[in-house]
Each structure stands twice: as structure tokens, then as C-alpha cells.
């Protein structure tokens, strides 16, 4: 007989203005598993876990736990019932320690000494093969070790069923396999784990149970063993899904970007060259000066020495604004912070750095407002940006949507260089495709294009030439079928002895 269901959400509906995030969802997570939740950004993943873990309440439908029908309030709630959850954005006390941090609001009315912290959550931690310095401050931690931190909040309040969302979306390879051991263990000891996820190679390594959703609703539920990677993205999309993309051939022109010797930040002497028609794929362990190169041809960031020449015009130490003009589209890392203003409508983020230029501007700053508008109606018809309107805030879009919105914007200046910096993290297979399909089309038209990812299937899939950055120098250059192992010894810092053409 299977064991019976830890947690049964049936008919759940969640509804938000204008949109139905969950729409009818059932589910069943068992004691002992670990229960994948697919679906594209926006499918309602997150929507029907926060709901679960009290964040938001229900619109309809009913939550059992251990076979008890219960409302849920609030997260407090849901912790006393053994429910926790784990977020993609670690909320974490940054100067205290992570027995500190652990404890924190659990410490009861005596005065806990911190030996005694300590000793509590490193048998916590050993009990669950978490590697980890109980006395170590969270500023002084690698983002898996936060995670970890993180994981050990909840088990410490003594949760049965673990929420984990996006949980390897910030993690190197090496870390993704030691959470994986983590998650193993945790399932061994009775523990039931939600792994939320785009990453589908990941779900069919570490899930006992997949349940796919599409625009709120369940279209399917199935075991790794009787699926396949391009059956879980079609149940997701709707549609076949491409994961390799044909590169275009196109004839590789002279130098458009020229990087020599850029010193600052974390670079420390690199040098670089990308040509027209060409993409050039930077791979390496996150950490090694990915955001200070990109930051640096931005001019986000001032360098100690080097020059930026593009088209043979030197844009060292020039404002964003002239390096945006003079022809880089930039899609930024973290599409948040640095490519849209949030809580801005949709229009005002698609002209967001042209807003001065003389097709969307008079003298003394006076805005075309109609114009902006419908420059931003035709983005969204052009790259199937989906949203109620063009007056919605960025914020309300998915991942994917606001990704789509950024190239859509960046693009629109027929730029000499596209700068792309992880530009597919967090997204669906689906969106991912999209992106895929944008950056090949920028090499078709025989635009230069720097890329920058931390996926080494991305660098491969569309890199024309590989090269690896270990502590902010290029140690190897690679022609795109290289051995992984190659690329791989290049990005721990063994210089390449055969350079690619």
C-alpha cells in the first residue's frame, strides 16, 4: 500500500485582480518524497505554495494535513502544522551567525548562551549532512551555504514538509550536488521536500513525483521513470520544445569590441575580443568578475586601468548613456535591480534610456507620450509579452515576461554589440527557448554578441568560441565542441595550452 498523503490541497483558487494564478489545483505531497512543481514562469508554482504556507489565503477550494482539514493564516501557522518553506531570496541577518540566525525568534525565555547555539545546530546539522560552521557569520557565507542556513531555519522548527522555490536558480554545479546529498539525506529520514523548479534535468535527477501546471491549472502528473525531459517541457508549453537551436552561418567580420588589460573590481588584467557576427560565450564559477566585466563595458563600474574600444572608438571612463548610444545593448544579470524599474508601467520601462532620444522627447524634456505608448504596444506584440496592459507595473509580470520585455527594449536600438549577461536565469524552458532564439537571431544580422552565463548547456548551445574567466583573467579559449573537462579545467584556473581560432 502507498503511504498515505502528508498534505492534500484540493480545488485550491487563488485568484489576483485581473488573473487567475491557480485555478482549481489538486495535489497530493506524500511522507518521504520529493514532489517537483513545473510549469512556465507564471503557471502559479509559487502561488499555490505560498497559499499552502499561509502567505496568501485561498479563494477556494480546501488544505488537509495529516488527513485534518486546516486553515492556514500565515506562515507562523503553517510552521506549527510542520510546514516551511524556503524562498529564492534568503532572508537572513547578514552580521549574525548562522546558530544566531537559526535560533532566532525560537529562543524561548531563558538565555541561551551561544555555546550552547552552537552545539544545537551543529547536531542539527550533522543529523542531516549539512556541512556548515555554526559559528561562522551569514556575510562571510557562499550563497549554497546560505541556502543551507536557510534549510536549517526551518528543520529546526521541527518541519515535516519543506518548500524549497527555485533552489538551485543561484547555485554553482558543485553546490547543486551537494543540496541534492542534502535533500537525499532529508527524504531518507521521512522529510517530505517540494522542489520548485525550470530546471528539468535537475527535477528528473532528484524527484520521486512531477506535477506539471500551466497557467494555473494541473495538466499533468507523472514519475521520472515514465517521462522525459521533452515531454515535461511540452506538458509546461503546450508545444514541442527546441533545446538546441541551429546556429546561423554567417561569415565572422573584423573586431566591433576590443577589451585590453581592464583592471578593477575583481578584473585583474583581462583582455578580449569580440567580432561582428560572432558570439563569444564567458564561462566560469560564479564569482571570478562576471558582473564587474559586464558592469565595466556598462560603465557601471570605474576601472583602476585597461581600455573599452568599440568600433574603434574608446569608451573607457564615458557615461552609460554615450556607451548605450554608441551601440551596447546590455541585458543585465539581475533583471530586477538593474534592467527595469519595478513599480514603472510597462511603457515607461520599454523606452527606459531612450526617454531623451528626439523620437520620444522634445526640448526641455517634454515626453511623446503617444509615441512611448505605442512603441510600447508594438514590443509587446512583437515578442509576445503577455500582460493585462501597457499601464500594469513591471512587477507584475513573470520572470519570463520581464525578460522578454528587456530584450524587446534593448533590441530596439539595432545595436552594434548585444551584451548578455546569465540572460536566461530563472526562466522556463519556453522563455528560454525564446531568448535562444533572439540572441542567434543578433549573430544572423551580423552583430557582435558577448555572453555571459554561469549554464556551461547555454555556452555550448550558442557560443561561436568559449572562453573561461577564473579570478577576473581569461585563462583558455575553446572552439564550441571542446570537451566539458576542458572548459571545465579553464574555469578552476588551468590556463588552456590550444586556443581556439
Known amino acids: 500500500m502507498s503511504t498515505p498523503p502528508l498534505v492534500v490541497m484540493r480545488g485550491v483558487t487563488k485568484r489576483f485582480p485581473g488573473v487567475v494564478?491557480?485555478?482549481?489545483?489538486?495535489?497530493?505531497?506524500?511522507?518521504?518524497?520529493?514532489?517537483?512543481?513545473?510549469?512556465?514562469?507564471?503557471?502559479?508554482?509559487?502561488?499555490l505554495m505560498r497559499v499552502l504556507y499561509g502567505i496568501y489565503p485561498p479563494d477556494g477550494g480546501s488544505i488537509e494535513v495529516r488527513g485534518r482539514e486546516v486553515r492556514i493564516h500565515s506562515p507562523r501557522d503553517a510552521i506549527a502544522r510542520g510546514i516551511g518553506m524556503v524562498h529564492q531570496h534568503f532572508v537572513l541577518v547578514d552580521p549574525f551567525t548562522v546558530a544566531e540566525n537559526v535560533i532566532l525568534g525560537q529562543e524561548g525565555s531563558q538565555l541561551l548562551h551561544p555555546d550552547e547555539a552552537n552545539r544545537r545546530v551543529a547536531e542539527l546539522a550533522d543529523m542531516y549532512g549539512f556541512q556548515i560552521d555554526p559559528s561562522a557569520r551569514v556575510e562571510q557565507l557562499s550563497v549554497g551555504e546560505e541556502q543551507r542556513v536557510e534549510i536549517l531555519k526551518a528543520l529546526y522548527r521541527g518541519v515535516d514538509l519543506l518548500i524549497l522555490d527555485e533552489p538551485t536558480a543561484v547555485l554553482t554545479p558543485p553546490e547543486t550536488s551537494a543540496l541534492f546529498a542534502n535533500l537525499r539525506r532529508l527524504r531518507e529520514t521521512g522529510k517530505t521536500i517540494v522542489f520548485i523548479s525550470h530546471k528539468l534535468d535537475e527535477v528528473l535527477e532528484i524527484a520521486d513525483h512531477i506535477t506539471v501546471l500551466r497557467r494555473g491549472k494541473v495538466v499533468g502528473a507523472t514519475k521520472p521513470a515514465e517521462t522525459s525531459k521533452a515531454?515535461?517541457?511540452?506538458?509546461?508549453?503546450?508545444?514541442?520544445?527546441?533545446?538546441?537551436?541551429?546556429k546561423p552561418k554567417t561569415k565572422i567580420g573584423e573586431a566591433v569590441l576590443q577589451l585590453e588589460g581592464l583592471r578593477g573590481g575583481r578584473l585583474r588584467g583581462l583582455d578580449l575580443e569580440v567580432r561582428a557576427g560572432e558570439i563569444v560565450g564567458v564561462a566560469g564559477v560564479e564569482g571570478n568578475g562576471q558582473r564587474d566585466l559586464a558592469d565595466a563595458i556598462m560603465g557601471l563600474r570605474p576601472l583602476e586601468g585597461g581600455h573599452i574600444v568599440l568600433d574603434g572608438r574608446e569608451l573607457t571612463s564615458i557615461s552609460t548613456s554615450e556607451i548605450r548610444n554608441?551601440?551596447?545593448?546590455?541585458?543585465?544579470e539581475d533583471r530586477q535591480d538593474q534592467g527595469l524599474v519595478l513599480d514603472m508601467s510597462l511603457w515607461e520601462n520599454g523606452v527606459l534610456g531612450r526617454q531623451d532620444d528626439e523620437d520620444f522627447s522634445r526640448r526641455g524634456g517634454i515626453l511623446l507620450i503617444k509615441r512611448i505608448k505605442q512603441l510600447a504596444v508594438r514590443l509587446l506584440q512583437e515578442f509576445d509579452i503577455r500582460a493585462r496592459s501597457i499601464e500594469t507595473s513591471a512587477r507584475t509580470l513573470s520572470g519570463g515576461n520581464q525578460q522578454k520585455l528587456i530584450l524587446a527594449r534593448e533590441l530596439e536600438t539595432d545595436p552594434r554589440l548585444l551584451l548578455a549577461a546569465q540572460p536566461t536565469r530563472g526562466l522556463?524552458?519556453?522563455?528560454?527557448?525564446?531568448?535562444?532564439?533572439?540572441?542567434?537571431?543578433?549573430?544572423?544580422?551580423?552583430?557582435?554578441?558577448?555572453?555571459?552565463?554561469?549554464?556551461?548547456?547555454?555556452?555550448?548551445?550558442?557560443?561561436?568560441?568559449?572562453?573561461?574567466?577564473?579570478?577576473?583573467?581569461?585563462?583558455?579559449?575553446y572552439a564550441p565542441d571542446a570537451p566539458a573537462e576542458e572548459v571545465g579545467r579553464g574555469m578552476l584556473g588551468d590556463v588552456a595550452a590550444t586556443k581556439a581560432g
Open 21 to 47: 494564478a491557480n485555478d482549481d489545483v489538486s495535489i497530493e505531497l506524500r511522507a518521504g518524497e520529493v514532489h517537483a512543481l513545473v510549469g512556465e514562469n507564471g503557471a502559479g508554482k509559487s502561488t
Open 231 to 246: 515531454k515535461l517541457a511540452e506538458m509546461m508549453v503546450g508545444r514541442p520544445v527546441l533545446f538546441r537551436l541551429e
Open 326 to 332: 554608441a551601440g551596447i545593448a546590455f541585458i543585465p
Open 428 to 477: 522556463d524552458v519556453g522563455a528560454i527557448e525564446f531568448v535562444w532564439s533572439e540572441i542567434l537571431e543578433q549573430k544572423a544580422a551580423g552583430r557582435a554578441v558577448l555572453l555571459i552565463s554561469a549554464e556551461l548547456d547555454e555556452i555550448y548551445a550558442l557560443s561561436d568560441r568559449i572562453v573561461t574567466l577564473y579570478e577576473g583573467r581569461i585563462t583558455g579559449a
